[in-house]
């Protein structure tokens, strides 16, 4: 399992690269779109910890 810490305080899960990079666009489109299309695919990813 993968995680992204948002700076909103959400913590994005995804068990695979792709269903984490699909739930962390999924979250800024929902609740912060002001920023959809900020973030690559490669950036996300960057910023996931493993758990």
Do not use: F
């Not at 929902?30 to 973030?39: A, L």
Request: net charge negative.
């Amino acid at each position: 399992m993968k995680v992204v810490d948002c700076p909103c305080g959400t913590q994005v899960e995804g068990e695979t690269d792709e269903q984490l990079v699909a739930n962390v666009q999924q979250h800024i489109s929902d609740d912060h779109p002001e920023m959809v299309g900020t973030y690559s695919n490669e950036q996300i990813l960057e910023m996931a910890q493993d758990r």
